[in-house]
């Protein structure tokens, strides 16, 4: 079975030396960003459909 587990410790050792250490914090930076703009965008949509639903008396509440 290590002829299987050793390429690919190996491999997974050799992607974070090489890709996650040197970008440092900024993946982090990348994903509160994210985030943040998914709940921005989530209040708008909310927001417009809270008025449309204000609007409909036909709407079980």
Known sequence: MNWLLHPIRDFLI?????????????PNTVF???????????MFVQNKLNKKA?????QIK
């Open 54 to 58: 204000e609007q409909d008396p036909n």
């Open 14 to 26: 050799w992607m974070f030396e090489n890709t996650l250490e040197p970008l440092g914090n900024a």
């Open 32 to 42: 509160i960003c994210l985030i943040f703009g998914g709940l921005v965008y989530w």
